[in-house]
Nanobody, 123 residues
Framework: QGQLVESGGGMVQPGGSLRLSCTDP????????TAWFRQGPGKDREFLAA????????YYANEVKGRFTASRDKATNTVYLQMNNLKPEDTGVYFC????????????????WGQGTQVMVSA
């Protein structure tokens, strides 16, 4: 089975923005919903956002609602996470994961993980 690849992380000041990308080089995850997760320093991995395969539906964790937006380019099967008004507590490694089930994609204990991309929010 293929693997998703995350990119776009970096260092940003509080209040800044970043856009993360989740690509599917092997085209193994067509017709899959995709979710974003974060693992902060010393913390468990947590769900942030999920988007359907069509891109028409999305849902978010309360702590990022209104600041983060997930979107999808179906032509390239790339999923983006636009992150605005970043806070120091947004620091962590960000991962994406795919699942055929839009509901199950948010589960932390299901699926395989890529390398992630590091985000650091600091003054």
């Amino acid at each position: 089975q293929g693997q998703l690849v995350e990119s776009g992380g970096g260092m940003v000041q509080p209040g800044g923005s970043l856009r993360l990308s989740c690509t599917d080089p092997g085209r193994a995850f067509t017709n899959h919903a995709t979710a974003w997760f974060r693992q902060g320093p010393g913390k468990d991995r947590e769900f942030l956002a999920a988007i359907s395969w069509t891109g028409d539906s999305a849902y978010y964790a309360n702590e990022v609602k209104g600041r983060f937006t997930a979107s999808r380019d179906k032509a390239t099967n790339t999923v983006y996470l636009q992150m605005n008004n970043l806070k120091p507590e947004d620091t962590g490694v960000y991962f994406c994961k795919a699942d055929l089930s839009f509901g199950r994609v948010a589960a932390v204990d299901v699926g395989s993980w890529g390398q992630g991309t590091q985000v650091m929010v600091s003054a």
